[in-house]
Structure formats: structure tokens, C-alpha cells
């Protein structure tokens, strides 16, 4: 059994389904973009994988480490190493970040220097995303992902209203936390990453790519090719790029 | 006379305690005085009874005066009792930096106790007050009947905490009015975290030219309280500010909580806010807010918000790692936290310390 392991995966939200039959897996150390028109249930499948409420897995399987990732809590998730990057975090008033951040680690210079690094520490004595920039709001999912070091990273379009200083600064923390700088086969940290902008392809190198388009997996391939096509022929043409529209997929490495 | 044994600990969850550096101390055991002092000069603190003969303008000009004796069944009561209480005098530009500590002790089950206390600051004093009213044991049966006047001269400061921490079979009705003279600031900040049967409150502030009135309350409504409390601040002066906040979160109990601004000059600025927190389907949260605009060059607004805690903030930090019940209670703190302007360091750490200790373990 590998590190996450997605089968036949079917998702409603509303009543209405959004994943309609996905496979995907996903090996330790290991980094995947997912590529996807808007509307496709990229942010579905990952809301599903963190556990959050309104997914309703009506068939398929997930399974992480080994375990049955459906049958446990959020919080549960959490603990067992899964965590996500808020594409549009909430704000919560009178929570201070460094509150949080307290409950995520009892290291306070740690929670210092991780701050410093993401140009938050003047954010550590305010309430929870309220008042923060797009931009902040995401250096501060990273900087609480940093510090719960999770071993799977779900990154919900990471750089989307970020400018482009703050990119570099965000991509450079998402670097470190899965251990780019060690050689491939030492590292353990994995992370699925969501991007519509395809500029933190710029600053890190992915392992493999999905499509994903109207809730099916259409491809993998090579990150920076297929965001090539996409970026040349649009999400429909790269359709018809997959011949076989529904194939298996599993990371492409072995 | 027979004292019973007051629970030191029952003080300290009023803030009076000894820990604390204060510039004087008032004590009520139901109609007795335990204790009386001031540390400062320019600062007086002694019975009404005594300073009815010292300052003869005490009981000719102040007492009853912005609260009426016919106000209500209360305070006729009141009225008709030899009064019990403290006045409270800072003189002409002495600024007093430690807080005042009073309490108010309810020793007799079965009984009304009755206090009235008149709070005088001149012209440029400053004074911040703790006050603390407690049962002298969790289970008395009774009434408290308090009534607080209290007249802030020009330029004057004054910081009112209040801290309640009653039982689950008294009631309670403080009256209270503060004349806030021109460019003085009031700032009350009310703190009710534990059980009670019943509480009715709505003190009214006058508030004169260039002065500010400003009302926060913070209230944990237990299975079985109900709380009919809110303030008024009537901005009579040009340029007279007026702000009330309640954060008012309900385990099952009442609470119906009345705000009302009223600016009939111009430059009034007034805002107000209700935040409520329904933690159990059986809890009522019903806020009234009111404004009333008697000039065009006026600006008063309010927001009002009662709901449930935010499933999207509950699943946030659940993903973080927190358990549903952490998550919960990092949430009602948070929402609890209200930080005063105003407010000096000691007293905001011992009114934050006393909302934690008192969340800690029930939720």
C-alpha cells in the first residue's frame, strides 16, 4: 500500500457530484501539481482529503499510511500527518495568530524565526486573517503548515493573489518544508499543490502533474510540459492531449 | 455580630485582591462595613452616611439626584433605608494610577441587601474603580438592590470595572447614572462570567461637551441565568462620543441585551455593538439596539450578530490539529477577549485572568 492511495473516488457537495470517479496515488517524498480548470473539484478533492464538512464521499476509497483516511475525524487527519493550505482561510476574531501558532508548537523561537521568514512577525499579535491582505492571509497558512509539519501538504493555489516579492517568500518556505534541498530518495515529506498561475513552478520542482477537468482525472505527465500545452492550447485542447481519458494514474516514477 | 467566613478565593474572582497594588480599599458584608481606605491623598473613600456629614452638597446635590428615589420599586426601597455605601471623592487634578478595589458581599440568606454609592471626581481627576459584588457562599437565596450615581467633572477619567460573580439564586438590580461632564471620559466595563438567577441593568450616562461615555460588557450566560442588561448613552454636549459593546455569550441562559444612543447636538459620534454567541439550543440571545438622531451633523451606527460558533472556524482549526473542543474554546475566548482602550494594564490583565479562570473547566 503507498503513501496515499485515492481509488474511484465519487464526491458530492450539495447533493450535487463534483468528483465523478477519480484515481490517484501519491508516493512519500514525492510532489504533485494538480492543473484543472475552475469548477473542476480540484479544491474538492483536497477539502475532502483534510476531512471538511460538506463532502460526501458516495463511493470510492482513500486510504493514507495505510488507513482508512474516511473513517477518521478532521482533527484525526491532522494528527496523522495531513495537512492543508487554505485557498481562502477564515478570519477569526479575538483567535491571535500566535495563539494558534502556541498550538502548534511549543518551540517559541521556532514560531519567531518561522515567522521572520514569511515577514509575518508583526502579524503574530493580531487576530487570525482578520485585516490580512490575500497575500498575507497566505503566508500565514504556510507559516501555520511550517509549524505543524505535516507529511502531507495540501496547498490550495498557494501564490493566487500573492505579488511577486511575496511569491518567492512563500515558495521559499514551501522549499524547505518538503525538503527540496535533500536528494530525492531522502525525502519524506509529499504535497499536492493546486496552482492556476503556475508560478511557483518557477521556484519548485514537482515530481508530476494531473488534470483534472469536470471531476475526472484526465492525464499526468511532466509539471512543466503539460502547463506548457495549457498555457498554449487552453485546458481543452490538453484534453484531447490524454488520449486514454480515464486511465489509472500512479505517479510516474516507478 | 456574627460574621461568616468569607472564601478568599470568592474575592479574588472579584478582584479584590490583596496581590493587587491599590490605592484604596471599601468592604460591604450586607450592611456592614468591613473595611474602608484610602492610600492617596485627594482621594476619599468613606461611607455615604459619614460624607453626608462632612460634604453636606453630598446628600443635598447628589444623592437621588440622577437617580430618582421613584425610579422604581427598587429604588423606593432604597429610598426609604438608611443608605449603605461608599463616596468616593478624588479632588481637583489628582490623577490615581492603582485601582480602587471595592466589594460587595452578600452574607444572609434569605435577605435584600441594599447599597447606594456616589462616586465624585473634580475637575481633572483621574480613578480607575474595581468593584466586585459576590455571594459569601455559592447557595444564598436573595436580592441586591445597588445604586450607583456617579459625577465626573470637566476633563475627569474615570475607569468603572464591575465584576459579578453571584449565585444561582440571587437577583439582582443596580441602578446606575454618570454625569459626564465636559471632556471627561467614562469608561464601565462589565464582567458577569458566572451563574445567576436573575440580573436587570440599564445605566444611563449623560454625557456633556467633548466628553466620552464609553459601556463594555462581557456575559457567560449559564443554564437558568437571564440577564436583562444594556446601558444608554445620551450624547448631550456638541462633540459628545458614545460607544457600547456587549460580547454576550449564552450555555442555555437569557439574555436580552439593550443598547441605546441618542444624540440631539451636533458633532455626536455613536456606535454601538452587540456580539452574541448561542452555545446551546436552549440559550436566548435577544439584542435591542436603538438609535435616535435629534440633529443632521450627528453620526450613530451599531452592528448586531447572534449565531452559533462558525463551522468554517471550528473545521480551520481542527485541520491545524486542534480537537473539536479545543478549537471550540480557543473560539469563545477569542470571542470573549475584549480588549478596552482606556483600560490600565493591571486591571485588563486581572478582568482577562478572571474570564479565563472562569472559562477554564466549563466549557
Known amino acids: 500500500m503507498g503513501f496515499l492511495e485515492i481509488q474511484n473516488l465519487h464526491v458530492s457537495v450539495g447533493g450535487k457530484e463534483i468528483i465523478k470517479g477519480i484515481n490517484l496515488s501519491l508516493d512519500a517524498g514525492r510532489t504533485a501539481i494538480i492543473f484543472g480548470p475552475n469548477g473542476s473539484g480540484k479544491s474538492t478533492l483536497l477539502g475532502t482529503l483534510a476531512g471538511l464538512p460538506g463532502y460526501e464521499i458516495t463511493k470510492g476509497s482513500i486510504t493514507f499510511k495505510g488507513q482508512d483516511l474516511t473513517k477518521l475525524s478532521i482533527d484525526e487527519r491532522s494528527r496523522l500527518g495531513i495537512g492543508l493550505s487554505y485557498q481562502y482561510p477564515p478570519a477569526i476574531k479575538g483567535v491571535r495568530l500566535q495563539t494558534l501558532l502556541d498550538n502548534l508548537s511549543n518551540d517559541s523561537d521556532l514560531i519567531a524565526s518561522r515567522a521572520e521568514s514569511l515577514n509575518l512577525t508583526n502579524h503574530l499579535c493580531r487576530d487570525v486573517n482578520v485585516g490580512f491582505s490575500g497575500g498575507e492571509r497566505k503566508r500565514s497558512e504556510v507559516l501555520q503548515l511550517m509549524l505543524q509539519n505535516p507529511d502531507l501538504m495540501l496547498f490550495d493555489e498557494p501564490e493566487s493573489g500573492v505579488d511577486i516579492e511575496n511569491i518567492s517568500v512563500i515558495a521559499q518556505a514551501v522549499r524547505i518544508m518538503l525538503e527540496k534541498d535533500k536528494p530525492i530518495s531522502k525525502r519524506s515529506k509529499s504535497a499536492i499543490i493546486i496552482t492556476h498561475t503556475g508560478f511557483i513552478l518557477d521556484y519548485i520542482k514537482a515530481d508530476i502533474a494531473f488534470v483534472i477537468m469536470d471531476g475526472h482525472v484526465l492525464g499526468c505527465g511532466a509539471p512543466g510540459e503539460i502547463f506548457e500545452e495549457i498555457k498554449q492550447d487552453g485546458y481543452k485542447n490538453c484534453a484531447s492531449c490524454f488520449a486514454d481519458k480515464f486511465q489509472e494514474i500512479i505517479t510516474g516514477d516507478e | 455580630m456574627n460574621i461568616p467566613s468569607i472564601d478568599s478565593q470568592r474575592l479574588i474572582d472579584i478582584g479584590y485582591d490583596s496581590d493587587i497594588a491599590s490605592c484604596g480599599n471599601f468592604m460591604v458584608l450586607d450592611h456592614t462595613i468591613l473595611n474602608q481606605s484610602s492610600k492617596i491623598e485627594g482621594l476619599q473613600v468613606i461611607p455615604l452616611a459619614q460624607a453626608f456629614e462632612i460634604y453636606p452638597h453630598v446628600r443635598e446635590k447628589l444623592f437621588f439626584n440622577l437617580v430618582s428615589a421613584d425610579k ?71 436580592t441586591h438592590i445597588g445604586i450607583t450615581e456617579t459625577y465626573l467633572g470637566k476633563g475627569s477619567h474615570l475607569g468603572y470595572t464591575m465584576l459579578h460573580n453571584w449565585g444561582n439564586e440571587i437577583e439582582v438590580f443596580p441602578v446606575g447614572a454618570v454625569q459626564v461632564g465636559e471632556e471627561a471620559r467614562y469608561i464601565s466595563n462589565y464582567v458577569a462570567m458566572t451563574t445567576v438567577k436573575k440580573i436587570v441593568s440599564y445605566p444611563v450616562a449623560y454625557v456633556e461637551r467633548g466628553a466620552s461615555a464609553r459601556f463594555y460588557s462581557i456575559i457567560f450566560a449559564r443554564q437558568g441565568a437571564y440577564f436583562d442588561t444594556g446601558a444608554m448613552a445620551v450624547l448631550a454636549g456638541e462633540d459628545a462620543g458614545g460607544e457600547i459593546i456587549s460580547r454576550v455569550v449564552s450555555e442555555g441562559g437569557t439574555v436580552i441585551s439593550r443598547q441605546m444612543l441618542s444624540g440631539n447636538v451636533p458633532g455626536t459620534i455613536g456606535h454601538m455593538e452587540c456580539s452574541g454567541l448561542l452555545l446551546d439550543e436552549n440559550g436566548v440571545i435577544h439584542s435591542i439596539p436603538e438609535l435616535r438622531g435629534e440633529h443632521p451633523d450627528i453620526n450613530l451606527s451599531h452592528e448586531a450578530a447572534v449565531g452559533k460558533i462558525s463551522s468554517k472556524e471550528l473545521s480551520y482549526l481542527m485541520t491545524r490539529g486542534l480537537t473539536e473542543e479545543q478549537a471550540r474554546s480557543l473560539i469563545i475566548r477569542g470571542f470573549l477577549d475584549l480588549k478596552i482602550e482606556g483600560l490600565p494594564a493591571k486591571v485588563q490583565a486581572l478582568v482577562d485572568e478572571i474570564i479565563e479562570r472562569s472559562i477554564e473547566g466549563s466549557i
Open chain 2, 72 to 142: 422604581n420599586e427598587f429604588t423606593k426601597m432604597a429610598s426609604q433605608a438608611d443608605p449603605v455605601g461608599y463616596y468616593v471623592r478624588v479632588e481637583e487634578g489628582v490623577k490615581i494610577e492603582e485601582p480602587l478595589q471595592a466589594a460587595f458581599l452578600f452574607g444572609t440568606h434569605g435577605s435584600t441587601q441594599l447599597i447606594h454609592n456616589i462616586i465624585e471626581l473634580c475637575d481633572g481627576a483621574e480613578l480607575n474603580i474595581v468593584n466586585g459584588c459576590t455571594t459569601a457562599a455559592h447557595n444564598h437565596k436573595g
